[in-house]
């Protein structure tokens, strides 16, 4: 059997004139932790929608778990655990309720429903909660029972819209270690997100702008191979030098972070920490490693448009 799991070429998907899925190729291999990191309407839920089958596309291929889409949805939903965005469970159904439901309609026999959702109850630690009301719980808990719910017929794929989008960063943590477990276990999990230290975690990653995929590797190697220089700047009137850099084409970005300025400068000076220094006489700077965000940047909106002139 094949080691990939995901496999588009040229998925494009149209809501009236807008492309909101541009010609995507991917290639997600089993086991992998993936994750879409992107802006606001950059396409994430939508891709991820054409990889359930709940959307047919304008054009391209899909394969899922060896199932051509969307002429074989059908047989792909049994194989799938999906979180949509929204809570998608009954509020006033407790919880034990919900996992009983859920396990219906994947049709378990009532025994083996039985087991199972102990054993969830368990992992998710939501023992103490089963008799509440799912619309009651705080937010770590609705995610950790929509995880649940997602796993119960035990999927070989997981596909997770903005899961911790309402968790705080202990409840994240912890839903991440359990991400891991399932990963380590065989399952293959995709997963969409804004968040920097989430993306970072993730073994592969594309990002996404505009429907278009603008980088795909594993974290490391984005970092690692972008051309983009940075720089901390330190000293005064950090305001007015971030302010006087920005519009300048060679400057990618400037942000300022806490008594710092970092700054971005695109991939075509050939001295750029010499250049940078001839526009801030005086100040302080020095070269430091790229990290994720700085990735995100250079590959998205102005920077992007910055990194491919220069
Ligand atoms: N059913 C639809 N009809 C028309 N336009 C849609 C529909 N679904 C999504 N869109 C549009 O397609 C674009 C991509 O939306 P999508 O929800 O995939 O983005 P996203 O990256 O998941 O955003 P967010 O992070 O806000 O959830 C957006 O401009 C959105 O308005």
Redesign the pocket.
């Known amino acids: 059997m094949t080691d990939i799991v995901i496999e588009t070429r040229g998925l494009t998907k149209y ?2 004139d ?1 492309c ?1 899925v541009n010609n995507l190729d991917l290639s997600i291999r089993r086991g992998a932790i993936y994750g879409f990191l ?10 991820m929608r054409l990889l359930t089958g709940l959307l047919t596309p304008c054009a391209g291929e899909v394969r899922v778990l060896g199932n051509e889409l969307p002429q074989q949805a059908e047989a792909l939903r049994r194989k799938i655990g999906y979180m949509t ?1 929204k809570f998608s469970l009954y509020d006033s159904l407790s919880v034990a309720e919900n996992l009983q439901f859920v396990a219906k309609i994947y049709g378990l026999a009532r025994r083996q429903s039985q087991q199972r959702i102990a054993q969830l109850l368990a992992l998710y630690h939501l023992e103490d909660k089963q008799q509440v009301r799912a619309g009651a719980l705080s937010g770590g808990q609705k995610q950790r029972l929509a995880l649940a719910a997602a796993t119960l017929h035990q999927p070989p794929l997981l596909l997770l ?2 899961p911790t989008s309402a968790v705080d960063p202990e409840n994240r943590r912890e839903f991440w270690e359990r991400l891991f477990d399932l990963s380590d276990a065989g399952t293959t999990i995709l997963v ?1 997100t ?1 968040y920097m230290d989430e993306a970072e975690r993730c073994h592969g990653l594309a990002i ?1 702008e505009l ?1 278009q995929k603008r980088a795909d590797a594993s974290p490391q190697q984005l970092t690692r191979q972008l051309k983009a220089r940075v720089f901390l700047l330190q000293g005064d009137n950090l305001r007015q030098v971030g302010k006087q850099l920005a519009p300048l084409p060679e400057v990618i970005s400037s942000a300022q972070i806490g008594n710092t300025l970092r700054v971005l400068l695109a991939p075509g000076l050939a001295e750029p920490q010499q250049w940078l220094q001839q526009q801030l006489p005086g100040t302080a700077l020095q070269r430091v490693e790229p990290n994720l965000e700085d990735v995100f940047v250079a590959t998205t909106g102005v920077g992007y448009a910055k990194s491919a002139q220069n």
């Open positions: 809501f009236g807008y909101a992107g802006p606001n309407g950059c396409g994430k839920s939508t891709t965005q819209d903005e969409s804004h996404l429907g």
